[in-house]
């Protein structure tokens, strides 16, 4: 298993920039692809972005597009999500995923979840 803890969230104001970052223990290998997720209140938790194992493809979701960055640096078993231009609308627990399979991050069924940081974005 892999243990994931994510840090970085907070109360910021719209239009700002936060860098969220999960770092991995356990059975990690940097042959894991690794994700982001977040979850409204009263919303189902939706796929943000993933990257795969080497960083060489990154995948995102189509809202998020041009504002959010994912990046990692298997040095330090670590992947970052780079929020810019914040819109209240992102206000959301993330969580961090990973999975050998980059598939199976980007369906949202990873074998290894982060408990979230929360992310408010005031107006």
């Known amino acids: 298993q892999v243990q994931l803890v994510e840090s970085g969230g907070g109360l910021v104001q719209a239009g700002d920039s936060l860098r969220l970052s999960c770092v991995a223990s356990?059975?990690?290998?940097?042959?894991?692809?690794m994700g982001w997720f977040r979850q409204a209140p009263g919303k189902e938790r939706e796929f943000v972005a993933a990257?795969?194992?080497?960083?060489?493809?990154?995948y995102y979701a189509d809202s998020v597009k041009g504002r959010f960055t994912i990046s990692r640096d298997n040095a330090k078993n670590t992947v970052y999500l780079q929020i810019n231009s914040l819109k209240p609308e992102d206000t959301a627990n993330y969580y961090c995923?990973?999975?050998?399979?980059?598939?199976?991050?980007?369906?949202?069924?990873?074998?290894?979840w982060g408990r979230g940081t929360q992310v408010t974005v005031s107006s």
């Open positions: 356990g059975r990690t290998g940097s042959n894991y692809a």
């Open positions: 995923a990973a999975d050998i399979q980059t598939a199976r991050v980007r369906m949202g069924t990873p074998s290894n």
């Open positions: 990257i795969r194992w080497n960083g060489g493809t990154r």
